[in-house]
């Protein structure tokens, strides 16, 4: 493995690795704009120049191999002066619009002339040229004179995608991005391209002049869209979300995510939220406070088992359900009510997994925790609605949280052979409308727990925004409800139901919200 030194500091990397990559792995900074860890190497903007010991030129440190012996410098005159003139360069015909560019705040062009530049242009009356944006499709903008031809898009489609989308047109001083003659962009992969671009060239129509980038707040989450579980950022301010980034995790999704996951907050926007708990009065859900609710739930249930035994009594938990409130689920009907009428809902599967060139796959499972529910429920059952139509549940407690849940009309005819039906849901879903009780939770993005994705690596997920009115964060209603029937439930927070679950279930043991990090075990 070849040992050298990088502005004298030693190092040993793998045979094959860039000096860019080994500069970044003693923490050196070395400015770049075509490249990207996840693309081809392009070789082109010329801004990761360094001196080497013994070379007549400076190298561009992205397609340089790190060699035995070598001596690197990224800080000399030399490469000063080499970064001013790319810079100055770039800024020739680059517009000085960051006040109104959307990627003022995180742009390489901006950060690294304010880093590496010159406080003045040598060139301050040459008219710039001026060319018309483009509307490439889909969501994606194209400000043609943003534009600094690193082709990080056009390597994107062809290393990522597997489709050569798009590509330079024209040559020189004429030179832009273009879709190809006959393709057009459309795959659910295209918003990555404004997140790779490094500068404010390719815009997401979502998120244009909606908000200044430093205004956001971030929480790190997992995506619900499918049982990939991609790690995201979701971005917020004034309690509204914003827009929805990728986090890396090579591991999960590398560096991506797909639009129906970059898209997905604005899918929970419309539904009718339950901001308090409900209960039924004759036709009618009447708004109660969390006391009476709870009450209703546990005084139900006590009569019900008294008179028929615990096994009339059911409980429904779900994919879309967080690992700690499917577990806080069984826990309480099982060990304190005493029932194994334990099911799962388990959502809608949407065509085959996709899956791209370099390996990131869409899946067809078009919910996130399959597999934590497994773990939880063991085998998943069927026969929930046989088994009501039989007349042999009475009570049943469901969770549902899957934003697109619907009833059929058969399964509305055989609810109404129960008893009592609680419901937990953040929205009033099909089965909230005909419950007795219905209590007000949250989705993904109002609340912090964990997924276990298809491939059993459980993830944290962290809340982003504040709950409507009375509505609370799951874990908390079931830790609520568990106290009535057992005063003994100490449970604070959702990391402490973690630790409760790692104490009990052996797939979870050793997990703390500690050990999972940001990129999950
Ligand atoms: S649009 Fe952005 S990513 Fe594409 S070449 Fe121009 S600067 Fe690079
Ligand atoms: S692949 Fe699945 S988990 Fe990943 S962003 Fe898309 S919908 Fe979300
Ligand atoms: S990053 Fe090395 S030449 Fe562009």
């Known amino acids: 493995m070849p040992t050298l030194k990088i502005d004298d500091q030693e190092i040993t990397v793998e045979p094959g690795t860039s000096v860019l990559k080994a500069a970044a792995k003693l923490g050196i900074e ?9 693309l081809s190497i392009a070789g082109s903007c010329r801004m990761c120049l360094v001196e080497i010991e013994g070379h007549r030129k400076l190298e561009i440190s992205c397609a340089t191999t790190a060699a035995d012996g070598m001596a690197v410098h990224t800080d000399t005159p030399a490469v000063k002066k080499a970064r001013k003139d790319i810079l100055e360069f770039l800024l020739i015909n680059h517009p000085l619009d960051c006040p109104v560019c959307d990627k003022a705040g995180e742009c390489d062009l901006q950060d690294y002339d304010y880093k590496y530049g010159s406080s003045h242009s040598r060139f301050p009356k040459e008219d710039k040229r001026v060319r018309p944006t483009k509307a490439f499709g889909g969501n994606i903008r194209y400000v043609t004179n943003r534009c600094i031809l690193c082709t990080r898009c056009v390597r994107f489609y062809k290393d990522v995608v597997g489709e050569e989308v798009l590509f330079v047109e024209n040559r020189g001083y004429r030179s832009e991005i273009s879709v190809f003659p ?3 962009l459309g795959d659910k992969l295209d918003g990555s391209i404004t997140e790779i671009c490094p500068v404010g060239a390719l815009l997401d129509e979502d998120f244009i002049y909606q908000a200044r980038v430093w205004h956001l707040d971030h929480a790190k989450s ?8 991609c790690n995201i950022d979701i971005q917020t301010q004034h309690n509204k979300i914003y827009r929805i980034r990728s986090r890396e995790n090579q591991a999960v999704n590398q560096h991506w995510i797909c639009d129906d996951g970059r898209y997905i907050f604005h899918k929970f926007e419309d539904l009718e939220r339950i901001e308090s708990p409900l209960k039924r009065a004759g036709e ?3 708004p109660t406070n969390w006391e009476e609710a709870l009450s209703i739930i546990h005084d139900r249930v006590v009569l019900i088992k008294k008179s028929d035994g615990a096994k009339v009594i059911g409980a429904v938990g779900s994919v879309f359900a967080s690992n700690e409130e499917n577990y806080l689920l069984k826990k309480l009907f099982k060990e304190e009510i005493g029932t194994d009428r334990l099911y799962v809902y388990t959502g809608l599967f949407d065509g085959e997994d996709v899956t791209y060139k370099n390996g990131f796959t869409i899946r067809a499972e078009k919910a996130p925790n399959r597999r934590g529910a497994e773990i939880i429920f063991g085998k998943i059952k069927s026969d929930l609605w046989k088994t009501i139509d039989k007349g042999e549940i009475k009570a049943l407690y469901y969770i ?6 619907k009833l059929t009309d058969a399964q509305k005819n055989i609810l109404k052979k129960l008893e009592f039906l609680a419901v937990q849901d953040f929205f009033l879903s099909d089965i909230a409308k005909l419950a007795n009780v219905v209590l007000p939770g949250s989705y993904f993005a109002e609340k912090t727990g964990t997924f276990t994705n298809v491939q059993g690596c459980t993830q944290r997920f962290t809340k982003a925004l504040k709950l409507p009115g009375l509505a609370k964060e799951d874990w908390a209603i079931l830790v609520d409800l568990g106290r009535r029937f057992n005063s003994e439930w100490k449970m604070l927070s959702a990391s402490d139901v973690m630790n409760d679950l790692a104490e009990n279930e052996a797939a979870f043991r050793g997990i703390s919200y500690f050990k999972l990090g940001d990129q999950g075990i």
């Open 284 to 286: 009618k859900l009447n």
């Open 400 to 405: 549902n949280a899957d934003k697109d849940f």
């Open 182 to 184: 006959g393709k057009e």
């Open 222 to 229: 997992v995506c619900p869209g499918c049982s990939a579980g």
């Open 30 to 38: 070395i400015p770049h704009y075509c490249y990207h860890p996840a």
